[in-house]
Nanobody, 117 residues
Framework: QVQLVEPGGGLVQPVVSLRFSCVASGSTFSRFAMRWYRQAPGKERELVATITSNGNGVITDYIESLKGRFTISRDNAKNTVYLQMDKLKPEDTAVYYC????????WGKGTLVTVSS
């Protein structure tokens, strides 16, 4: 069983940057593919970014519309995955979810971020 703990969200102004972290329990964190999803009001949940570890480093992938503005990273020593979000826009308003998968998938509870002036 893996538990994922995400920080609280909140209201942020457009253009600012925000970094989320998600801490996973357990001792096999490096084996997990870690993902961030988001679900905007009235929309389906979408995959934002993925990061996996291999023997030489990490592999990352992003939804096309967020490339260059969002960055996913991980620290396996701290069992933590991060999502750096720059130049936030009102359309980034959503509940953001952390997901871990290694065979079985696990979800965090999600955290709401509202981008508004």
């Amino acid at each position: 069983q893996v538990q994922l703990v995400e920080p609280g969200g909140g209201l942020v102004q457009p253009v600012v940057s925000l970094r989320f972290s998600c801490v996973a329990s357990g001792s096999t964190f490096s084996r997990f593919a870690m993902r961030w999803y988001r679900q905007a009001p009235g929309k389906e949940r979408e995959l934002v970014a993925t990061i996996t570890s291999n023997g030489n480093g990490v592999i990352t992938d992003y939804i096309e519309s967020l490339k260059g503005r969002f960055t996913i990273s991980r620290d396996n020593a701290k069992n933590t995955v991060y999502l750096q979000m720059d130049k936030l826009k009102p359309e980034d308003t959503a509940v953001y979810y952390c997901n871990a998968r290694y065979g079985i998938g696990y979800w965090g509870k999600g955290t709401l971020v509202t981008v508004s002036s």
